[in-house]
């Protein structure tokens, strides 16, 4: 775990700043229960932007995750990711204890040391706002570790595991296809194969489903993970090139790096596609069916796999962005798959030394890759710069550079990525916005004039465009309409802080072309 140590020194980046920086309900007690009520997005927006989202979220205990760290730590970036490595150990010292029911000892030690070194891990571990993955896999370590138990071993086993599965459901949706691999394992194992060994735990993990369903239902009134027919089909059509795609991560995880592209490769005309997907289809099965009637252990490691990598391909297919991060969990099946492979080279004596060479190479070359993998991840800007090496012109990591060069003082360099976006986007109104008020400090209203003119005609509902307008129309001395943008801006939101210092500081001025009614309303 040392060589992870350096993310400590980690900044805040991407939804860490909405989420963390500036979330509106990691401040007081009162605020938990919100969580529960609304999408993960409402630590945001108070629930702006949720009538136009494409994916509900649903992750309440992500955000009491960031409530408690924020309680400790406050904006310290350091507190959020000690959090984020010590999930980390927990999660592998949990593998150990699952790899135990089908490894002897020193090969559970050795399959969990690889998960904890693994390259594709680094992103949760390093980047605060990734931790739904994490979380997501302790408790699904947690209900598997349950589950496997008997329950002479552990009573009112049942329970804490749906208990555990319920605790993954409430972190991330991913979650939701754990009863599938549990009853593959239940009427796989030898000791489990009588109806009652089986039965019950499905009712009792039916349980923590109908549950969730119903705080989701409460707090979203539905869900969108599949928009239409169409997505469905596309998901169908392009789920093996998904698990394809992860697995040469896995298999040769050099090229991970953060939010990679992922288009639909296949249209849905395309009938060698189909015959593609079928092949791979086939292909899956046949290899997970021969290993589960086999009792094969490397057989649940390939239904982890599959299993893991479903709700993720739901957003990929939509998003067209691959991040292995998104397969954290999905690494534990192929880490047990790949140590599966070592155990059976050391039981070949002509081929034991060059399986324990191969061992020492794995090591030394994951670890290697990590502190490389790790240290794109050091500040805000590397951050933005490697996600723009693996999806070139990708708008929203650039937009998001240029934020962090004009907060670092890099203003013409921000200037030209914003201008560089409104090129390809002429409508892009945050960059626009930015833009303006990039401007406006190098002393250029006219210009930041012009932009908000335009600004304001796309989108006339956000004060701080308004506000933004009132300063650039003072700055070229049209001093009557900046107190109407002025004004305007109050209108739009009266809680809108920037707006309503001006006009306290104006209505002490006695200001004429301030009305009485908003000098009163402002205090």
């Known amino acids: 775990m040392a060589i992870h140590i350096t993310t400590l020194k980690n900044e805040f980046y991407w939804d860490d700043r909405p989420q963390i920086l500036q979330g509106k309900l990691l401040h007081e007690l009162d605020a938990i229960p919100k969580m529960f009520q609304h999408e993960v997005w409402y630590n945001v927006d108070m629930g702006e932007r949720a009538p136009g989202t494409q994916v509900d979220i649903y992750r309440p205990l992500f955000n009491l995750s960031l409530f408690i760290d924020y309680q400790i730590w406050g904006k310290q970036s350091a507190g959020f990711h000690l959090t984020n490595l010590l999930i ?156 394809l795609l992860w697995l040469s991560c896995f298999l040769i995880p050099i090229n991970n790096m953060p939010m990679q592209h992922f288009a639909a490769v296949h249209t849905l005309t395309d009938w060698g596609a189909w015959i593609k997907a079928v092949f791979l289809y086939s292909a899956f099965a046949a290899i997970l069916f021969g290993c589960l009637k086999k009792r094969w252990a490397a057989g649940y490691g390939w239904l982890w796999i599959l299993l893991l990598l479903l709700p993720s391909a739901i957003g990929s297919t939509l998003n067209e962005v691959f991040n292995p991060r998104y397969g954290y969990a999905a690494v534990a099946g192929g880490v047990l798959i790949l140590t599966i492979a070592l155990k059976q080279l050391s039981n070949m004596p002509k081929l034991r030394i060059f399986g324990n060479i191969l061992t020492i190479v794995l090591f030394c070359f994951y670890a290697i890759t990590s502190i490389r993998v790790g240290a794109a991840y050091r500040t805000e800007v590397s951050f933005y710069q490697n996600i723009l090496e693996q999806r070139p012109g990708y708008t929203e990591a650039e937009y998001n550079l240029a934020n962090t060069l004009y907060r670092q003082k890099s203003k013409q360099e921000a200037i030209t990525i914003y201008r560089h976006i ?16 990039a401007l406006l400090d190098l002393g250029k209203p006219e210009a930041a004039r012009q932009l908000l003119d335009k600004l304001i005609v796309l989108d006339d509902s956000k004060p701080r465009y308004f506000y933004n307008h009132a300063l650039a129309l003072k700055g070229i001395g049209e001093d009557e309409k900046s107190i109407a943008a002025l004004l305007r801006a109050y209108k739009l939101d009266r809680n809108y802080l920037p707006a309503r210092r001006v006009l306290q500081y104006l209505c002490k001025k006695q200001h004429d072309h301030i009305p009485k009614k908003v000098c009163v309303d402002s205090k």
């Open 422 to 437: 409104l090129n390809k986007e002429p409508n892009h109104l945050m960059a626009m916005n930015n833009l303006a008020v």
């Open 88 to 243: 980390h150990l927990a999660n592998t010292l949990l593998l150990y204890l699952l790899f135990l029911h089908l490894l002897p000892s020193r090969f559970a030690w050795l399959g969990s040391a690889l998960f904890a070194l693994f390259p594709l891990c680094a992103e949760p571990i390093h980047y605060a706002s990734a931790r739904s993955e994490s979380i997501t896999a302790l408790f699904l370590f947690l209900s598997l570790f349950f589950g496997l138990q008997s329950k002479q071993q552990l009573k009112w086993r049942d329970l804490w595991m749906a208990l555990a599965f319920l605790l993954a459901l409430l972190t991330k949706e991913t979650a939701i296809l754990l009863p599938i691999f549990l009853l593959a394992v239940f009427l796989t194992r030898e000791h489990q194969t009588t109806t009652d060994s089986w039965f019950k735990p499905m009712c009792w993990l039916a349980g923590s489903l109908m549950v969730y369903a119903v705080l989701r239902l409460q707090a979203l009134g539905g869900a969108k993970g599949l928009e239409d027919s169409s997505h469905a089909l596309e998901l169908i059509l392009n789920f093996p090139s998904y698990v």
